[in-house]
């Protein structure tokens, strides 16, 4: 396909992103204690009942009811006793949380209902048959579908799996991401400063953006602004990864050799200029299985075109197909006058159905995106936002 230089939608941009961006079917057997965050490539079917017994679940007593409020207290089980009493009608066995509960009792009284004089009982309260007792297999019952394929494994999700004595599952494997990062002019925090040279940011930037979003395998190389280094580290990236990113050296300078070189390289380019402010410069192309964002170098444009599209194509990879960006609609604490024909995705502070938009909106600037936690899209026909204005807020994953 030809290096295009049609500037599409935004929209459009975003149908096609969602075109090409299935969820990949990867997935490797882990330690469940390893899984945290990770998304199940199976249904778990639990190999026992949960509880594993009748269960009690209160401190009490258990009966075997009769038409009596009187008891006779025969035995005790407490939590772990593997014992079983034998209980005839009217009597009862002392019983705590967690214990099983004899077969042949059908109710606990909860200790706070009752008397007791030696070995009797007396309950204060109408007993209810199978109060306070968990029934065999209530939270899941063997053989059944635990936890479904495509669950994300939360802390709950691991203890509950832990609880049916699951160790090991199938989960899908992490996308593995590189992140390129072009530009001649840029030094390292930490080292000195010569003129000329701006501190590089987008790697920092863009890895914590992917680890907020829990995706942790990020491979990061810098290279210069020089075509056969751009070619070279691009095709050996492109052919280990699930997912490129190149930040920077996308534009139409003279020393931005990113678009040459991923089209001598066979990426099949999907469209490379969206009708928006920032990231007018946003490549987007597929080699083979792998997703591939140029994405432009201004950290705020890399940035906004990170939550909008990349976010998208990393959740729908990522198994997650049906994703759409969360959004709402909020009143405009602010006034806006946008220049141009082109959409605009402005740094905002979104505040229980109110949005500010933040001053210092030029591509460049991350000073006021630093403050801010929501986009507000100002689509291409619309100029002025006034105060009170209802306007589209795109909210941001940021934890
Ligand atoms: P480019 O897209 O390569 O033309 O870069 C556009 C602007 O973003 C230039 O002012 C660059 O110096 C700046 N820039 C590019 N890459 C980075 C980076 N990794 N960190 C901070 N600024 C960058
Ligand atoms: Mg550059």
Do not use: W
């Not at 096609?16 to 778990?44: F, M, R, Y």
């Not at 009752?114 to 109408?126: F, G, Q, T, Y």
């Not at 990349?310 to 729908?316: D, E, G, I, M, S």
């Amino acid at each position: 396909m030809r290096y295009s230089d049609i500037m599409i939608p935004v929209q459009q941009a975003i149908s096609i992103v969602k075109e090409h961006t299935k969820p990949l079917d990867t997935s490797e057997t882990k330690p469940l204690s390893d899984c945290l965050g990770s998304t199940l490539a199976k249904n778990v079917i639990s190999s026992i009942n949960m509880p594993p017994f009748r269960q009690s679940a209160m401190d009490g007593y258990a009966v075997n009811m009769h038409d009596s409020n009187i008891y006779a207290i025969i035995d005790e089980v407490k939590a772990g006793d593997g014992h079983q009493p034998t209980l005839l009608p009217g009597e009862t066995v002392r019983i705590f949380t967690g214990a099983p509960v004899p077969d042949t009792a059908n109710a606990i009284i909860i200790q706070e209902h009752v008397s007791v004089e030696k070995n009797i009982l007396k309950a204060h309260k109408p007993v209810t048959i199978n109060a306070n007792i968990r029934p065999l297999g209530e939270q899941t019952k063997e053989g059944n579908i635990a936890l479904k394929k495509g669950t994300k494994l939360s802390p709950a999700g691991i203890g509950f799996l832990t609880s049916l004595g699951i160790t090991e599952i199938d989960v899908k494997k992490p996308l593995s991401i590189a992140l390129v990062v072009t530009g001649n002019e840029l030094a390292k925090a930490g080292e000195p400063l010569q003129y000329g040279q701006i501190y590089e940011s987008n790697a920092a930037m863009l890895t914590s953006a992917l680890n907020d979003l829990g995706y942790m395998n990020v491979e990061i190389t810098s290279v210069e602004d020089d075509y056969q280094s751009t070619y070279n580290i691009l095709k050996n990236v492109i052919s280990n990864h699930d997912v490129v990113l190149v930040s920077g050296g996308i534009s139409v300078g003279d020393y931005d050799f990113v678009g040459k070189a991923l089209l001598e390289i066979g990426v099949e380019q999907l469209f490379y200029k969206v009708k928006q402010k920032p990231g007018k410069p946003l490549f987007f192309g597929k080699k083979e299985n792998t997703i591939i964002f140029a994405l432009p170098g201004n950290p705020a444009s890399a940035l906004s075109c990170f939550y909008v599209y990349v976010q998208t194509a990393l959740q729908r990879l990522s198994g997650n197909e049906h994703f759409e960006l969360l959004k709402t609609s909020a009143k405009s604490l602010s006034n806006f006058t946008k220049r141009g024909d082109r959409a605009q995705f402005l740094k905002a502070i979104y505040n229980n159905g109110r949005v500010e938009i933040l001053e210092g909106q030029n591509s460049s600037m991350l000073h006021t995106f630093a403050l801010g936690n929501a986009l507000v899209f100002v689509p291409e026909d619309l100029n002025l936002i006034t105060i009170n204005d209802t306007v589209e807020v795109v909210l941001l994953p940021i934890n």
